[in-house]
């Protein structure tokens, strides 16, 4: 019998999360239900206390009750009930986790669940779920579910809410293991629609050489993602023909991976071959809301709900310096490549990105600043050219081969 974990401050919601363990019986499930709250619980008998999860994150439960510190409580109960969750999955006793809460709530679920590896099932019925779910999910596969009322009680639109939550909760903690598939090593490559032709094309190369090929869409939950699993050993090589998260970075664009982005893999000195793919724009949202700063600028809408705006040479040179510095960084093999006749599609003559003097910038702040430790290679041809992918391709194909023979 698949097992689903319900984690939930029991003191606030026991009563709604006595309604879910309930219908988690009826679909047949078997249930663990962890009590996250600092105070009695009401409603609900818990199967792993309160107590218990507060030392599991090095916290004593009567203390954060009588100090009235509701942050400092969340934070405390959010370690505990990772590594209670954590510890679960490792016996076996857990195949999906399911939980519901306010912002609060939600926070401490969402710490807990993203400590779980990728694959594990992990619903969040939330208040929040219809706004900005980046600080819940995080670069995880939380799924969120908008509660639409508060949860507070058991009434018409609660119920149904709830009792999805529970089908969908059980029906992924029973579908099983996947057919079992031939493994293969795995490389991690980055991708943006201006940059599709180029990794369509190095994927199937590696495919060919039997490679499983992961592409993450650069819209800085992708690069957050893939550093992830970089970090998490999942990987045996990076693609990284797309960093123009760094752009979103510098210049405060909506598509930023955060300051640590091409990072990861150089510090775990794993095979990367990067390159400077659509660091020729920044990303915003609908036209009204790029900055007023920013309005003077060259623009392109690439369709209603993103506006692109075009890199300076100024900019393109702070990009190149610190692409260069993180890849210099690199502990591995790392090799940079350089499209010479434009970064995206639609940076190439003729085109409403093409700027020679800013591609210009950045090529040479890549060259001035990367180590000679680091293979740099140029090519007069554009990023989407086929020839430039297969040469990206085989370049990381042969680390990957060289680190296993050398290892």
Do not use: W
């Amino acid at each position: 019998m698949a097992t689903v974990v319900l984690l939930g401050t029991l003191d606030t919601k026991g009563r709604e999360y006595a309604f879910l363990r309930d219908r988690l019986v009826g679909a047949g499930a078997d249930v663990v239900l962890v009590d996250a709250g600092v105070f009695d619980p009401v409603g609900a008998d818990p199967d792993i206390g309160r107590a218990e999860v507060a030392r599991a994150g090095g916290a004593d439960v009567a203390r954060l009750a009588g100090d009235g510190d509701r942050g400092a409580a969340v934070a405390a109960m959010a370690r505990g009930a990772t590594q209670v969750l954590r510890r679960l999955h490792g016996e076996a006793r857990l195949d999906a986790v399911l939980a519901m809460g306010g912002s609060g709530g939600s926070a401490l679920a969402a710490e807990a669940m993203r400590g779980l590896p990728v694959g594990v099932p992990k619903l969040l019925v939330s208040t929040v779920a219809s706004g900005d779910t980046r600080p819940y999910v995080g670069a995880t596969d939380i799924a969120m579910l908008y509660s639409v009322v508060d949860i507070a009680g058991i009434n018409r639109v609660s119920a149904r809410v709830l009792a999805n939550a529970a089908a969908a909760a059980a029906g992924m903690a029973g579908a099983g293991a996947l057919p079992e598939a031939v493994e293969r090593p795995l490389i991690g490559a980055t991708m943006f629609g201006v940059t599709t032709p180029a990794v369509t094309t190095a994927r199937e190369r590696l495919e060919a050489d039997g490679y499983e090929v992961l592409v993450f869409h650069a819209t800085g939950t992708g690069g957050r993602s893939m550093e992830r699993l970089v970090a998490d050993g999942y990987l045996a090589g990076v693609l990284d023909l797309t960093t123009t998260e760094l752009a979103d970075e510098l210049a405060g664009g909506v598509f930023s991976a955060g300051p640590d982005r091409l990072e990861a893999a150089g510090r775990l000195a794993l095979p990367q071959v990067v390159s400077v793919g659509a660091l020729d724009m920044v990303n915003f949202g609908a036209m009204d809301t790029v900055p007023e700063r920013y309005r003077d600028r060259t623009l392109y809408v690439h369709n209603p709900t993103v506006t692109l705006m075009r890199t300076t040479p100024e900019e393109c040179a702070q990009l190149g310096a610190t692409l260069a510095r993180k890849v210099s960084a690199a502990t591995g093999p790392a090799a940079v490549f350089l499209p010479l006749r434009g970064v995206s599609a639609i940076s190439v003559a003729g085109g409403p990105f093409h700027d020679p003097a800013a591609d210009d910038a950045l090529f040479s702040a890549v060259r001035d600043n990367l180590s000679g430790e680091v293979d740099l290679v140029e090519m007069d041809v554009d990023v989407n050219d086929p020839a430039f992918a297969t040469a990206m391709a085989d370049r990381l194909a042969g680390m990957v081969v060289g680190l296993q023979q050398a290892g």
